[in-house]
Every structure is written in C-alpha cells, then in structure tokens.
C-alpha cells in the first residue's frame, strides 16, 4: 500500500487523480452540498434598505440600491451573492421620482412586490406598474429599467439565477445608450392581453414560446385562485399553492426561475418531504415556522429564508389568518436536466421532530 | 392516340388508372373543394328547436335534442352533418328537469352557450354550469352527460369533427352503463383552478398537456380580454379577437378543434384574406355581413354561418353596438400536419367588391 | 310520431338535420368507412406501365407516366385516385434519356424503386441515384425531377397523401420554370451525412425538424438492419420491421407519410390485430399471403395490396426464402391528431379463419 | 461615503450585502470563470495508469481504476474531479479477467475506446464490446458494470457529468448487490438495432425518447461518415465533425453530455470562435495543435486538452495523415438552459496570434 501512496503523490504533482481515492467525493450516495437554510427578519432588511435610501444615489455608478441575501455557508466558498447554489435574492429600494438605469443581461430576473406602489419595470419598452403582491418578469436579454411616479419609497424582493448563470460561465451584460428605454407599446400591456384567462390574441398564434408574453402577475388575481382552490383538497406539502405559468407553454413564467404562491390556511400544518430543487422563501403575510431537517425556522410578515437542495421541509401556520408563501425555485431547471427527485418523509406520521431553533441575527 | 385511348379504357376495367389524365383532379394548383359557404338565421332554427322540444323526449333512443347545420353542399356527396369538410355544427335545446344521458366517442365536441341557464355538462364527473357567452369542452373520449336544474329551456351550440373523424375512419362511441355519470369532484372545479389565471396548481405539475385541464371558458373573463385588447391595435383580419387556449400547453384549447371568438366594434371592416383551414361562426350579438369570395352574407345575432377553406372573407359590423363572433374552426389540424397557408387580398386595398347578396331559406 | 316525421322533412328543406335520426351515422361504435380491401398483380401493373412507355411522350402536358391504384369502393363515391382514403399509390415508368420536369406540390410524395437503375429523383437540387429497393422522399412542398442516365426502364412505386390533402383542401401545385431544377449540391449527398449511422454534422446544429435532411434511405442498409433484428424476437404483428425515421427527430421520415419495411422468414405467420391507419403494401420479394377481414389475399413478388382503416390481418409467407414487404401507411396523422387506436385478435389463438379467397382481375 | 462604508460593514455582519458593491462580481459583461486550459500527455497518463494496474486490485473498495484529470485551476477552488466547470474526464484501465462492478448514478457518463478490445461495458443487462474509436453511452440511473473477456489490457476515456451534477445537488449512487448485472438481451444489441441507418424498430414506436435506445457507437461508422462529409464543405471552426445523435430524438446521444468527432485533413487550419460551452479534447490519431486564447497547445495521438468557456480557440493539423478529435461538451445543458451563444474572431482574417508556447508537466 505504500507503493500506491507515492503513486498518489506523483499523481498529484502532474495533475492528475487517482479515482480510487476521490470516487466517494465526486459520486455521492446522496446529495452533498454546502447550502445552508438561513433566515432575515424583515425589520433587519428594511432598516439597513432604507439607511441605504439615504446614502446611496443611482446611477451608472451605482445601478441598483440592493441589500441581497448572502448564504453564510456559500460566503465560505468564496461565492458572493449566492442565495443558494442556483438563486439569487436582493431586496431593492426606488424612491420617488428615481430611475434604475436601462440595461440587459443574460441572468434572468424576477421582482416581487412588497411595500408601496407607483414604480414600473420596463421590459423592452412595455411598463408594469407595481402593486404590493405582483410578480414582475423581466426574462434574460431583454432591456429593462425601473421607475418611480408614485410618492412612497417602493420596495420588491429581486430574483436572479446568478449562481446557475455563473456555475456555466454564461454571463453577459450590456448597459443601455440612455438611462430609460424608449416605450414602445402600452403600459400594463401583457395583463390587457393575458393577465385574465387562457385566451391567447390572434395576433400571436405564431408568437415563440419564450420569453413569455406575460410580464406582470397580479396579485389580487393570485389571491383569487388560492381562494378557489381552498374549496379543493389542498397540496399535503404545500397547502394551496400556484406555479406562475407562462400561458404560450404551460411552463414555468420564466424559462429558468421556478415562482410559486403558497396559502396556508390557521393551523394548517403540511407534510415533510424534500426534493432536489432548492427554493427561496419570502413571507408576504401571516406568521408561522418551517422545519428544514429537523431545525425550526419561525417567520413572519416580510421574513426571507433558504431552503437549500434535498432537505427535509414542512411549514406550520401559527396565525389567526391566512399565510401567504410567496418563493423562486431552480425546479425549472432540474426538470430540463433530467436531474429532479422527491422523496416523501415516512417516518413519525410524515413529521420531523424538532432538534433545535434557528436564532435570526439582528442589528435593530 | 387512339392507343392510348384504349390503354386508358383497359386500366380503367382492373382498378388502374392513367395518372396523366387524372393528375390535374388529384393535385390541383389551389384548393378544389365543394365546400359551400352558407349562412342559417336563428330564428329558423330556434323554430324547429323548440318544435323538437314538445315532440321529442331524450332518453337512450333519441340521446340527443340536436338540430344540425347541414351544408347543401356536401349533401350532395351524401356527406350528412357535415357543416365544413371537417367539421359539424348542431343547437341542443335541453329542457329543464332533462338528462341527455352519459357517452363516450372518439370525437372531440365543444359547446357555446347560447340561451338559459340552469343547465350542466359533466365531464369525467366534472358538472360545469352553464351560462350565456360560456365555451365548454368535452375533450375525445371522455364521459360526458347534460342535466338540466333550472326553470327555463336552456339551447346550445355543438361543434365536433365528426368530418375529420369520419374521413380517418376513426370513429369510436361507449354509452355509459347509466344515464348520469357519477359525480367526482366540485362542480366548476376547472374554472376554481385555471380560468382566472396563469397559474397552476402545483399538484399538475406532472399533469399531461391534453385533454385541457380547464373545461370551462367564461363569457364574462373572454369579453374583458376583449374589452382590454380593444386598447391595442385590432388585428386587420379578426378585429380584436382570441383563441381559447389550454394553459397547460398554450396549444389550442381542444387538441382538434379550434375556437375563437372575436370584436367588431361599430364600423369595423376587417380586410380579406384567406387560408386553407375553414370554420363555422356563430353570432352572439351584434348585426353585420361577412363578403365570402364576393358574396354578402348578411347577419344578425343568433345566426349561423360556413367559411369554406381557401375562401376570401371580409367583416363588417353594420350595427349601433359591439358585435361578438365565436366560431369554431380546424386551424390546430391544417397546423399539426403543415398544411395551412394564408393569403392577404392584395386588390382593391384589401377589400372585395360584392358581387352577389345571400338569401337564407326561412320557414318562419 | 307523425309530427315529428313532418318536422324532419321541414328541416331538410332548410338544410337543417334532426340529430335524433342521423347521430348513429356520424359517430359510430367502430369505424365505418368504404375503404375495401384489394390486390393487383404485378404482371397487370407491369404489363399496362410498359404499353404506356410506348404510347405517351413525357412533357409538361404529361408530366408522368404513372398507372395509379384505384380502390373500387371509392371509385363508386368518385374518389379518383385513392387506394385508402389517405393515401395514393401509383406505379411509374421512366426510360433512358428522359426528364420527368420539375414542379413542386403542398402532397408529400415517397418513391420506392423497384425494377432498373440510372435513374435519379432530384430533390431542392440535390439528385440521388436510385436502385432497387431504395426509398426516396420528396417532402412536400419541395422541387423536385426526375431523370434517367441509365440503359433500362426505371420503374418505382410513388405514395403520396392524395386523399389527406384533398380531404382538408390543402392542395397547391407550382411547375417549375425549366424541365430542370438547377443542380446546387453534391449528388447523393444526403446519405454521406446521414444513412450510414446515428451522427449529426456539426453544420446542421441548428436546422430544423422537418423537412428530414436524409433524402434517400438505401435497401442494402435497410437490409442489413432486418438481418440484425432477426436475432432478436421478432414483432408478432409485423415480424422483423423497421420505420423509416428522419435522423433530426426520431419520428416518421415524412412528416405525414408513414413508411415501413417488413420481412417474413420462411414459415412465418404473424398474429392477427387491427388499427385505424391504413397502409398499401408492396412485395418487394417473396410469396405468402394476407389475410384481411377473413379473406386470403394471396401475393407474390411486385404485387400490390391494400389494407383498409380498421381491418383484422395477418401476414403469411409461404415461400422458401425471405419475404420482404413494403408499405406506406397514415399512422404518422394518426398520432398527431390523437386517433390512433390497436386491437390484438384475441379469439382462435389469435389467427383468423379464411372465409374467402381474394381473386385478382387480370388482362394479362 | 465613510457613512456608506459603514454601513457596507454592518451589513456584512448579518449575511447581508451591498450589491451596489458587487453586481459587477456576480453579472459580469462577458463570461468570467476559473477555468484554465490545459493538457496532458498520453505518456504521462499511460505510464500512471498501467503502474496503478499493478498495485491496485479492483473490488467494492475500489471500484473503477481510473486516472482522472484535474484542472488546476479548479483544484484551487477546492473542485476536485473538475476538468471544466461541468465536465470530468477520466482514463480507465480493465486487465484480462476484471469485473469492475454493477453501479448506478444520476451522472451520466461515456466511454471512449483508447486500446486493446475484449471488454464490454454492459448497461442495465445489455453487454457492448468494445473497440479502438468506439463511444459507449451509460445514461444517468442505468445499471452498469465492465468485464474483460479478453487477454491485454484495454483503456478507455471516461466523461461524466460531475461539476454539473454537483453543482446542481443531484448526486445519487447506488451499488448493485452482486458484481455483475444479470445480462438480459443479446450482446450488443443496440447496434443491431439502430446504428446502421436511419430506421427504428416496429416494437420501439412508443418508446421514450431518453435515455438512448443506441448504447454504442462504432468508429468504423463514424469514420466511415467522416469520410463521405470529406466530399463536401469542411465547417469553418471544426473541419469535418459530427455529434453522435439519439435516433429516436434527433438530440445529443447522451441528453446532457454533448458528444463529437472531428477530423481535421493534413495542413487543415480552422478558423477561430469562442462559445459558452466548455470542452474536454482527445485526440484519437495525428498530431498537431490547438490555439486558446492565443497559447499554443501541442497535441499528439493520446493526448488530452481542456477548453474553457468563451475561450477562442483554433485547430492546426500538422501531421502527414488526418487528425481525429474527440470531444464531450456541456453544449446540450447550454442549449436546454438557453445559455449558449457563439463569436467568431473576425480579426486577422480569423486567426490568433500565438503569443504563448504551453509546456506540458511530465515525469516520465
Ligand atoms: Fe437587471
Ligand atoms: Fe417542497
Ligand atoms: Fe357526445
Ligand atoms: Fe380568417
Ligand atoms: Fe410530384
Ligand atoms: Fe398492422
Ligand atoms: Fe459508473
Ligand atoms: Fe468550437
């Protein structure tokens, strides 16, 4: 056994491995990540986006006034602004009269209304304006920039697939000429067209798949559908819940970005399970807790948490009302790849036990 | 040639045939068809309709209170309920208390609510209501029943391809072992689902793209697109018009038959064009004429009538008010298989000059 | 019942239909259709082809020399030129030095040589050399010609969807302005790329499904591929058979045509079954017999026969040596429109007994 | 600004991050990655690999002996097993009498035949023997294990899917409970069926797509391609190159690892071009070099060289025969994620400038 040691460390030297020593590294049983569950509290959030508010101002200098979610674990590694090993989260600041300057890149993005209304997204000369509970695309390559007419700060959580973009070295970014890109067609034009229900234009018959003519989501028409399923036996890991489809293919609204809106009803208390597809989480209202492999996460109203790949996951309403998930996912991606699995926990009725509480860190 | 002559005479008495005579009839330069344009006013048939309904009772020998739209035509071929090459077209009076009883075919059938209230089809134990402006699917193949719960005759348009089943030789029919088909789940369940949104339920996310999820399209979600849509530009050749779609695929709402329904606001004259794939229209409100290869087909609301394939057709909305046109149509075929063309009508500015006025035949 | 029969002849008047007379004919429990069985011997075929050689000059004013297969029940309803309501079968002859001129047709056409070789089919410019046993598409809509360099008459089978596209109306056809389409690629030149195995060159990445980029399928392949599969079980309805598939997508080498080799070791008797595409079969060698809907249809090498919608067979070889079948069939529209059904014969061990023996017309 | 430093800092504290800091790091103008190019000698890696045959046993402790390359640049991101951001690339010895024993796991992987013959790879019970130039696919999740029945050593290339897989979680194994998987069809059955031509069994109409019916890929048929594509235009980065295909989808042979062959002709120089996708090259026979980014790689029969992401890169034949080059790529996940672009170098008449010699390390 000496004799293949030094064989080892010769290997070594040149740059080549020996398979028999690392097949366990490369080749798991299981998955095997660096991606820990984490949770922000909303009042930590806001204060530093606000305190941001004041001493930051956009511009070509400064693009976006974001306060992004920074996985601990993923610091570690070196990898700035991972959320999870695919997603990114920021939550982004636009106070009246601002403009977040025109610019395109190959990541795909999603916003997520949380407070105030007034501001558009423009995607390729088209502007939605926002209301808290929306859900806003702006699909890779295309031009976007934000603007606010309204009188109160507006703030929405940002979805980008930086890691996935990243871990395939795909990125690319281009800068528009001028800080606002030329309207081109009607405000709020794709929910005049799609918003309603399935009834595609004709104009469109020949309209490609991706990216999708849908760019806003509203969420008083979310809300009505979680509404109507609840007279409906509800999903036993998620409650009443919606994927955001895009209506030319039945698929995920974003080609990349899995979105999801989550219901969960007073003492409504769902299964465990886990699956390969992380997600993260933010809390549009109600107050509860999510165990992720064995460890309580407690939310509340604006609170953002992980929940990173092939982990257990259960959630618990705690409230007198409704509790509303809104979350982005990787499952869009997984599925393309042929790399998506579930698995049901069997154990104790299908509920983990509690071995410890996550404790949130604060500055307030 | 006197040769040949008798060569062509020889083939013809074993079944052969001299292609350099024939080819001209099989492959022509443009479509030779006999389908003719033809048009039915609503008061002839709710006529006969209503006569149907005190001389007729539904049960297994008569499943049906239909009156369908024959086109002369292709009677003449002995085609009978051929309404286009493709499709058919039938009115269903059911009265109140009635059950058309439970079956199953091979075709695939759509229903446009035309009068009353009150009444349900059952699909797959699924019960929808009914309501006026409302499109139902029965999707091929699967269970289906009519009831009645209400007060007042309810009346409906029936579209199948019974033409293109027909000419496939793919016809299949299963009565069920009862009249009524056993009621499974929430009555209206498709429309809590997905009517209302791009949204789906997480517990499809493995669901097949057909049958549609969505069995029923609303009257009230269509005309508000359309109302939206009438803030963009109108399409040159439908107005402001939609397809009904199933959102799990963006693809037409049934596999086989397409349906649209289209806005003409007051003084509209779209402009003529023509494509292989044909339809039959039904008025639900409105007065107008339609030109079909130069002839004015004058209609009002209630009335029925065939656009042939490759057949130049302009609309005009003649009336003080909206004019609403559903129709139905086999355009997801000519797709699926390539052949569809379209043609604009490049004279005149778009528009043909009528040449003939369509008298309807009336026993009123 | 008296009113009722009045108001069913008042309907007709107006070109309405009492839907409670007639449903039984419109959808029916099982396919019904005029599609007879039918067999043409080879000499009758060969004879007639060869008297035509001498008698017609090829020319635009002929653009063919082709002795087509007409079904006797659908020459009854005046379908000229359909051997199964989809498809058309013709038999053509053409002799050295002679140009079949260029046109192109919405039809999809397939050759499959049979006698004679020099001779070339020449597709979007790119020519390919027949021999026997080849098949050679001409995808719709594409120019083709015809040519012969050779000493001997050339004579293939031609399939085109003649009955499809009239069915649907979807003819076009378009001579080209010379005899001859300009050559532009290298001869042969689809099979260096594609015939000989599962590879892709890297400049076609990107090119589209369909039309397939493989023009001509070689028989000494074909040939070898059955070798190959009678190691393995054979099929027990079609014995050792392939599909022709087009290499950039895995389905049917034309879109619409479905086109299929089969070969029968000697003593072979397939189980019986049934299903709603048609096909017309060719025997390119080999003597046995078919037994369709009970009756023996006997064949020998170069006959033809068809095998209507929905009909009970079974296949038989009789001879010492291999017999190897052809055929075109409409499964490929069968599937995409979602009509496709197939029946095993379960009685009798799953073989038929012969009620009655075919016998062939002949003048020869 | 010391007020925004501050604040910057504080964040940091509780995982939470300044993006106006950062979004340069993480949506960069052009890809931005870790990957270097590189090369190995066949010398070095022989050398290694034959020493490892003598004092390594294969067993359940070790179950493959495989020499594997590492990218150095990613072994300081602590990736062991990377040879680029997704791919692993690995050299694998079987002696005469060897079982390497039944596994699975969600990588996928290829086999390359470098040397000897007598082995088999046998996937989910279908054993392929292997010979010099062969690909053999074991798609992800099937059973495999490899014997040698014959009498020299034979080594292959193997390609796996590890950075992707790992990058995404989505590592799951499982050993087989004995060391052999029962064989279950004929020995190389996959190529009886599907790698001569262009035709799919009757038996395999309903069968999925994925994982590929062809498990093996002969060189003798790949060559064979190569040469008759010879005829026609070389592609201007990849001279005469093809991709292994799936017969029944038109896609890569394996759905994520893209697979290609090309050749390059004496003196052959192709032109520059950079694309998203990352490569890993071995050379099959000739010598000659490769540009990347302007630094020369030398290459010779056996050797193996990495190409990065959006790296330009130019091939040179240098030798009197023809050059071979194998490749696997991450092409496929490019494609599937919409993350692929392509440049070519449109300076210097599309060639780079050398400006840099790599050295190879060797300590043979
Ligand atoms: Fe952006
Ligand atoms: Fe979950
Ligand atoms: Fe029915
Ligand atoms: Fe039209
Ligand atoms: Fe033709
Ligand atoms: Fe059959
Ligand atoms: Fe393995
Ligand atoms: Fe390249």
């Known amino acids: 056994m000496k004799a293949l040691d030094r064989l080892n460390e010769e290997l070594e030297k040149v740059y080549l491995g020996p398979l028999w020593e690392k097949l366990g590294k490369m080749v798991t049983p299981e998955p095997d990540h660096e991606v820990m569950p984490y949770l922000w509290k909303w009042e930590t959030i806001r204060k530093y986006l606000l305190e941001a508010g004041e001493l930051l101002r956009l511009g070509r200098e400064s693009e976006r006034r974001v306060v992004y979610l920074q996985n601990p674990s993923l610091l570690k590694q ?14 982004q ?5 601002e403009v977040a300057p025109a610019h395109r890149h190959s990541q795909s993005a999603i916003r997520f209304i949380i407070e105030g209304e ?4 423009a995607v390729d000369g088209e502007r939605t304006y926002m209301e808290r509970g929306d859900l806003i ?17 507006v703030i929405w959580m940002d979805g980008l697939d930086v890691g996935l973009v990243r871990n395939f070295a795909g990125s ?8 606002v890109f030329p309207v081109s067609v009607p405000h709020n034009g794709s929910t005049f067209k799609y918003a309603t229900g399935a009834l595609r234009p004709v104009s469109d018959r020949k309209r490609k ?9 509203k969420w008083k028409t979310t809300k009505q559908v979680l509404e109507n399923l609840s007279k409906l036996d509800p999903d036993p890991y ?15 609204a974003d080609l990349r970005i899995g979105t999801t809106m989550q219901k969960l009803t007073p003492g409504m ?3 465990a399970h886990r699956h390969v597809h992380s997600a993260v989480y933010h809390v549009l209202d109600g107050e509860g807790y999510t165990i992720i492999n064995g460890v309580k996460f407690e939310w509340a109203k604006g609170d953002f948490f992980i929940l990173p790949p092939w982990s257990w996951h259960e959630h618990v309403n705690t409230g007198a009302g409704d509790a509303h998930l809104f979350s982005i996912n990787d499952l869009p991606i997984m599925e393309r790849l042929d790399l998506e699995r579930e698995e049901a926990y069997d154990k104790n009725g299908g509920y983990q036990s509690i071995i410890d509480v996550f404790e949130p860190l604060s500055q307030v």
């Open 137 to 153: 695309l702006t699909p890779a390559w295309t031009w976007h920039d934000h603007g606010h007419e309204g009188t109160e700060p």
């Open 238 to 252: 998620d409650g009443y819940a919606v994927d955001y489809i895009n209506p030319l293919t039945g698929g995920s």
């Open 118 to 121: 007034g501001a558009y997204t």
């Open 78 to 91: 070196g990898l700035i602004g991972y959320s999870t090993n695919t997603l990114y989260v920021g939550v």
């Open 269 to 271: 208390h769902t299964k």
């Open 209 to 217: 798949g991706y990216p999708s003519p849908l760019i806003s989501y």
């Open 172 to 179: 690319f970014f281009e800068p528009y000429s001028e800080d």
């Open 93 to 97: 600041l636009l106070l009246p009269g």
